[in-house]
């Protein structure tokens, strides 16, 4: 069966630390990868995505992501967090038909 | 300006009063989708749409229906709304196509409060 899994519910920072997102991936197929942020009261965005070629993704607001193909992961990057990146951060594998989603994991930034 | 919109945004309810929220979308999209967000379980899909009278069911699809009689719009339908149903839910968009339908565009959201 089709799944995501994201680890880490809640992640608790501080300004410039360093930050990354687990995910991992079960898809009997071409894999395509993404993710969506979600800001307080907003609606989803996409971060970043892959499809094929280089693994190492880069996406908005400096965010990047490396697919691992042999663990089947996906995990987020960010070499120095902003207060602004407090959100909910959903890694999502690209199904015949439909998104699957994992259950997201929301990232606090303290000054 | 390219958009998904949802209406209403806020919506309280008792339990078996017919609601129904409105989602349209500006971009020509052909793929169209519903999900409902809960703490803990993520987004899941209720309905898609591939195009106009295309509906399928997604992973939670019980409770709900819907329709595509014109492009931009899919509205849900609640014929009998429960508590259970008690949720945030988000319309998305996107274009047609294996990789293009998973980029997806989405509303504002609208949180469901059915007592």
């Known amino acids: 069966a089709q799944s995501v899994s994201q680890h880490n519910h809640h992640v608790i920072l501080s300004e410039a630390a360093s930050l990354e997102l687990g995910c991992n991936y079960s898809?009997?197929?071409?894999?395509?990868l993404f993710w969506y942020v979600q800001y307080p009261g907003q609606h989803l965005q996409l971060l970043l995505k892959?499809?094929?070629?280089?693994?190492l993704v880069k996406g908005i607001k400096g965010f990047e992501a490396e697919f691992i193909k042999s663990k089947f992961s996906f995990n987020l990057r960010k070499p120095s967090v902003q207060w602004s990146d407090t959100a909910e951060y959903f890694c999502?594998?690209?199904?015949?038909?439909?998104?699957?989603f994992g259950t997201g994991t929301r990232l606090q930034v303290f000054p | 300006e390219a958009q998904v919109t949802q209406n209403p945004r806020y919506l309280i309810t008792v339990t078996g009063k017919k609601l129904t929220v409105t989602c349209s979308q500006n971009?020509?999209?052909?793929?169209m989708s519903w999900y409902r967000q809960d703490p803990g379980l993520g987004l899941r899909q209720i309905y898609y749409s591939m195009n106009v009278e295309v509906t399928d069911k997604g992973d939670v699809p019980e409770g709900y229906k819907v329709s595509r009689k014109e492009k931009r719009n899919f509205p849900l339908i609640l014929e009998s709304p429960s508590p259970n149903q008690t949720s945030l839910y988000f319309c998305?968009?996107?274009?047609?196509?294996?990789?293009?339908?998973?980029?997806?565009?989405f509303g504002a959201g609208t949180r469901l409060s059915v007592l």
């Open positions: 998305a968009s996107s274009w047609g196509g294996q990789l293009a339908k998973n980029i997806q565009y």
């Open positions: 971009m020509n999209h052909e793929y």
């Open positions: 892959y499809f094929s070629g280089d693994p």
């Open positions: 898809y009997g197929g071409t894999v395509n």
């Open positions: 999502a594998v690209g199904g015949t038909d439909k998104l699957i």
